[in-house]
């Protein structure tokens, strides 16, 4: 079974530290995928890399960066924390080829104060 | 990207059987819909995909009509552990990298 292992359930920031959410995937996959959920909104796509080194911004990157030095490990960087990047951060991964689902973390719940 | 529009929120009762439209009226040829289930504090699973026609497992169905502009996801005698959001996806898998639009999602309310 596939298994998307997010490093940190809660976190707890004050603003203008820089944070970094761990991501780390245990099957091989090529896609990987950072997520932000808020209330009201659903979820909104803040990067993806679709392999090593290589990233795309989303619908909502600013204020975030990615790293992607190794397959099975994708990192989200927020490079200044505010607090309206408080909320639920989801990473997910799938397969490069086919018609594959994605698979979710359990999520970080970043809270910056 | 095609677009999909659900309702906000259902609201149904132990044993009964749900049905879930989602409505995509751009969805491109090589497009599959895809359904995923979200319990609170866990991220979304996924529940069934479909290109066309009926597709059906052992957690639900998926109905796509003709002209695809619509699903519906049918969860058959639904029971508490069913309370959850679903997300409706729209999109092509099959090659290459595809993002992908999650919308806000159905959240559905099973009561006893």
């Known amino acids: 079974d596939v298994k998307v292992t997010q490093s940190s359930r809660y976190l707890v920031k004050r603003t203008g530290e820089k944070v970094f959410l761990e991501c780390v995937q245990d099957m091989d996959h090529e896609n990987m995928f950072w997520y932000r959920q808020d209330p009201g909104l659903g979820l909104r796509l803040i990067y993806f890399?679709?392999?090593?080194?290589?990233?795309e911004k989303g619908d909502i990157p600013e204020g975030y960066s990615v790293s992607r030095e190794k397959k099975e490990r994708f990192s989200l960087i927020l490079e200044s924390a505010s607090t309206n990047q408080t909320s639920m951060y989801l990473c997910a991964s799938r397969p490069g080829q086919g018609i594959t689902p994605l698979h979710f973390g359990n999520g970080t719940r970043l809270t910056v104060t | 990207l095609a677009k999909t529009t659900q309702p906000i929120s259902m609201d149904s009762y132990e044993g009964q059987e749900v049905n879930i439209t989602c409505s995509h009226n751009n969805i491109a040829t090589n497009d599959y819909i895809t359904w995923y289930q979200q319990f609170p504090s866990q991220g979304p699973r996924f529940i069934i995909q479909?290109?066309?026609t009926k597709v059906t497992n052992e957690v639900a169905s998926l109905f796509i009509p003709a002209d695809r502009k619509s699903s519906t996801l049918s969860l058959p005698r639904v029971s508490l552990s069913d309370t959850a959001v679903y997300y409706c996806l729209v999109g092509g898998w099959n090659t290459g990298f595809q993002k992908l639009v999650f919308g806000t999602g159905t959240r559905l309310l099973v009561s006893p």
């Open positions: 479909g290109y066309k």
């Open positions: 890399s679709y392999d090593v080194k290589m990233k």
